[in-house]
């Protein structure tokens, strides 16, 4: 079996590091988790790579990250002495040997004379991303794992742009890092002496206060924010992440002074140990927040991934208890916010855009045309909002005026070209502070929305599939939805079927069939006749399959329960499958 060359290749390799021996050795006697550390090497997808920490080829450890940096320097290489000069950018997270992680992709990028620039502490991803476009530099690599649990971290890398490499170059990278026939083998640099050349440079202040000073220039009632911030109370949290500074120090310059961060919660903390996940997506995330925004009589709670380019939002509810917003809840919120006021200050440019994913509410849509805008959808995945907002850039078509999708993440300035929970935890905080001097919350807020466009609910489930035996389930469960299409669910028939591994939209009466102008991805959407629609993605990183599910109606009763019945329906018919 090829694994067991993997685990020889390792085993007997004496000069292996000596913690990753360890670990080999309490596992050896255990045939199948050895099978699953070396039945293949951690897959580098268009993203870059995230796994579990640990020995083996499908791990996340010094060498497997030593085999992924090396294939970013060969392809560095190819694009000439240029592309080494102005080099690469280094961030890290508060994971489990992120900063050893680090230290190690600038060493083998080192051993190639390649630039590098590494944070001399924690920084959030946003950062990362726009340090890429400060520096001018044609890389960026932040080790992180965002929101996954402790046992995890990742390796993500950013074009010269700032944006995560899109699909075409990220092919290109990922068929140099497979051609690395021995990671163990892989050279790296010294520290000391890529220091003495200069090769290697540390970062930090200059490049937070740069950024700090752009993330003031979202704001559209900044005035507002220096008249009355102190007048509005916040709690928030960076879960143990790398976004307590950040995030504090944008809310003090901006004007907000009644701000309490979690003191449970402030410091980093590889183990998240104050809670189940670090997911802002998840209510229990939350329930420090809002013991404390109960204490202070909070505004609005908002909480930060451990990387820092996801958002949650906390308000108080129709009945005062303090409701975790949904991504696409707080996109809606934000957007209407953002698009009302720039529209009283004649700020809409004729030729504005916004851009959200396949899986994201349609609501945005319907708030963003009333304003004028154009809208565009993307595949799921940041990378292809940064990749438009780069076309927009380089041929003048569009105005980028805001980007999200409904996993929590949003941009609203593009210095940055990643979803930036900084941006979002400010404009957050503004919005709260309008609301409040208009006497209304955040939820009624949302609430005018629903009435001014529509009840739009939608809703999120996931199974988690772990190993081989996991991916071919995962597998086998795209193959038979497409071979066996629903033709209703909670009966009302399916109109629309959109395939996006065939790039083909089919309308079941009739016939006719579309092409679809996104590039290929392994996602598939139902769009009922009423205009509900449900869609299964497997994670690009992470061992799960991803259902979405959405419906519009005319009150919110009605929507609460067709989409309750579309979930069980769909969830029910998948699960025949597993």
């Known amino acids: 079996m090829e694994w067991r060359k993997h685990w020889e290749r390792w085993k007997t390799n004496i000069w292996i590091d000596q913690q990753l021996k360890k670990q080999l050795e309490q596992i050896s006697a255990d045939e199948k988790q050895l099978e699953d550390c070396f039945y293949k090497y951690l897959e580098f997808g268009t993203g870059g790579m995230r796994g579990e920490i640990g020995p083996g080829t499908n791990r996340m450890n010094k060498f497997t990250i030593r085999r992924a940096a090396e294939g970013l320097a060969r ?68 080790i992180t794992a965002s929101h996954n649990p402790p046992e995890y971290n990742g390796f993500k890398i950013y074009g010269d742009d700032g944006g995560q490499f899109p699909p075409k170059p990220a092919k290109a990278i990922i068929e140099k890092v497979e051609q690395v026939e021995d990671e163990l083998l892989v050279e790296a640099a010294e520290e000391n002496e890529m220091k003495a050349s200069r090769l290697l440079q540390v970062v930090g202040e200059e490049i937070d206060e740069a950024y700090n000073d752009e993330l003031q220039t979202i704001s559209v009632n900044p005035e507002l924010i ?51 996940s670090p997911n802002p997506e998840e209510k ?39 409701q975790l917003l949904t991504g696409n809840q707080t996109g809606a919120l934000l957007l209407e916010y953002l698009l009302s006021e720039r529209k009283k200050q004649g700020f809409i440019p004729d030729n504005g855009v916004m851009l959200k994913t ?87 807020g949302l609430m005018d929305i629903y009435e001014k466009y529509g009840y739009f609910l939608e809703d999120l489930d996931s199974l988690t599939l772990k190993g081989k035996e996991g991916a071919e389930k995962i597998d086998g469960l795209l193959k038979d939805f497409r071979l066996n299409p629903p033709a209703s669910i909670s009966g009302k028939s399916i109109k629309i079927i959109e395939d996006y591994q065939t ?58 329960e067709q989409l309750l019945q579309l979930k069980m329906d769909v969830m029910a018919k998948v699960n025949q499958y597993i």
Request: proline share 3%; aromatic share 12%; glycine share 8%.
């Open 358 to 444: 396949i899986v994201t509410s349609d609501i945005g849509r319907v708030i963003a045309e009333n304003y004028g805008l154009k809208v565009m959808d993307t595949l799921t995945g940041f990378k292809f909002i940064g990749e438009k907002i780069k076309q927009f850039e380089e041929d003048g078509t569009y105005d980028f005026q805001f980007g999200y999708e409904e996993s929590y993440g949003y941009l609203i300035g593009d210095f940055v070209r990643d979803k930036d929970a900084v941006q979002a935890a400010l404009l957050a905080a503004e919005m709260t502070l309008w609301f409040k001097e208009q006497g209304k919350t955040l939820y009624d």
């Open 226 to 276: 220096q008249e009355k911030g102190d007048q509005v109370s916040i709690v928030f949290t960076p879960l143990h992440g790398t976004a307590n500074i950040p995030v504090t120090r944008v809310l003090e310059t901006s004007g907000f002074t009644n701000v309490h961060v979690v003191k449970e919660q402030a410091l980093p903390d590889p183990e998240f140990s104050t809670i189940k």
């Open 75 to 142: 392809y560095i290489e190819d694009h000439g002495e240029q592309a080494k000069s102005r080099g690469v950018v280094i961030a890290f997270d508060s994971r489990y040997h992120s900063k050893e992680f680090a230290l190690e992709t600038a060493l083998t990028l080192g051993a190639h004379k390649i630039q590098t620039y590494i944070f001399q502490e924690l920084r959030p991803t946003p950062e990362l991303s726009y340090a890429v476009r400060k520096l001018k530099a044609f890389a960026g690599v932040v």
């Open 284 to 322: 229990a995330a939350f329930e420090l927040a809002i013991k404390e925004g109960i204490k202070q009589d909070a505004d609005v709670l908002i909480a930060t991934d451990p990387d820092a380019d996801r958002v949650g939002v906390a308000v108080k509810g129709a009945d005062t208890h303090y």
């Open 503 to 560: 790039s083909e939209r089919s309308f079941i009466k009739g016939g006719k069939k579309e092409k679809i102008e996104l590039p290929v991805s392994n996602v598939l959407k139902y769009i009922r006749e009423d205009g509900a629609w449900f869609c299964i993605r497997p994670s690009g990183t992470e061992p799960k399959v991803k259902f979405y599910f959405g419906v519009t109606e005319k009150n919110m009763e009605n929507a609460e």
